[in-house]
């Protein structure tokens, strides 16, 4: 059995726990045809009612799909999506997911990456995940630092934690692939300091040189570094001021999860952190802005009320 066929048989009876009488609806934007193949093949050998749609995507972030794309989306049990882009963060996902439909994401997915979704130990990764959202919802105030110079502090006063851990069985319930992260949304004013993204960006991938961020009162308020930090800033500015905003914070927790091939992946790796700035429907109704970022930190020290969570890159918590 090749890894495509056994990270389909996964996805299916593990994380998603098909049964028979579900309705799946796998929508791709073409970028996987084989994987997306395989995955429709398993899902029929279970008896599911499953249909495959191939989209167009203009490479836009948050593009909604076609209105009726949606209306299918929402009377599905089952939504998987391959997709280069995110499609999870769009309203036509939110909807879907009010609508009882179970999500589950893979972007800009490779081989490497089906591997280790394969490899992923998700009852560890579960365990962990809900420990640290347990903690992000109990805590009250957090810090993070790092040797190159980091030095960030947020409110978690009233926060809800919430775990990722790839095992999506409940309706309503969404998740990324490869699984394995805990994040909040944290006190939205309260972000002050300094903080240097030595990892990866959302659409500019792996950094060669750190990007500096200086924020106060939840803003960012300068972007410094080299033509990485040149290309942030172009990419956010047509969005304006709450597109620096910083909405949510994360830590990672899947020891299969490795560095390099997809920022989607790269948040998940057991003992980096990750911020994220900008918008989206899930963070502000009332005024969403089509973008949202994830900015990863490597080796990071992370403390919530005077408990070390994370040590230079070594997570603390563990599965026990």
């Known amino acids: 059995m090749d ?47 499953s249909a495959f749609m191939e989209i167009p995507l203009n490479g836009h972030y948050r593009q909604e799909p076609a209105e009726f794309i949606a209306n299918i989306m929402s009377q599905s049990d089952v939504l998987i999506l391959i997709t280069q ?7 036509a996902c939110q909807t879907a997911s009010s609508h009882k439909t179970r999500i589950i994401s893979l972007v800009n997915v490779q081989d490497d990456i089906l591997k280790r979704i394969v490899e992923t ?53 969404n998740s990324s692939l490869p699984a394995g992260e805990t994040f909040c949304t944290p006190v939205l004013n309260s972000g002050m300091g300094k903080l240097v993204i030595d990892g990866s960006v959302e659409f500019i991938g792996p950094l060669q040189t750190p990007i500096q961020l200086k924020v106060v009162g939840g803003m960012i308020k300068r972007i410094s570094g080299g033509s990485e930090a040149e290309r942030l800033r172009k990419q956010i500015k047509p969005f304006g001021s ?21 920022v989607q992946e790269d948040k998940k790796v057991m003992g980096t952190a990750h911020i994220s700035f900008g918008n989206t429907f899930m963070f502000d109704k009332s005024g969403r802005l089509p973008n949202r970022i994830d900015a990863i930190i490597k080796r990071p020290t992370v403390i919530i009320d005077g408990k070390t969570i994370i040590e230079k890159g070594h997570l603390k918590i563990t599965s026990r």
Do not use: W
């Open 121 to 173: 130990k998700y009852d560890k990764v579960q365990a962990i995940t809900q420990k640290l959202a347990d903690i992000l919802t109990i805590g009250k105030s957090l810090s993070l630092t790092t040797q190159n110079g980091s030095n960030f502090h947020l409110s978690l006063v009233g926060v809800k934690g919430h775990a990722s851990y790839g095992v999506i069985q409940a309706p309503g319930q």
């Open 85 to 91: 882009y995110p499609l999870s963060r769009t309203k």
């Open 242 to 262: 709450k597109a620096r905003q910083i909405i949510g914070f994360g830590m990672g927790a899947n020891e299969s999860a490795q560095f390099g091939l997809s």
């Open 3 to 49: 890894i495509l066929e056994k990270a389909a048989r996964i996805i299916l009876n593990n994380c998603l726990n098909l049964k028979s009488n579900e309705s799946l609806l796998l929508i791709s934007d073409g970028s996987r045809p084989e994987f997306s193949k395989i995955l429709l093949q398993q899902s029929q050998k279970l008896g599911v009612h």
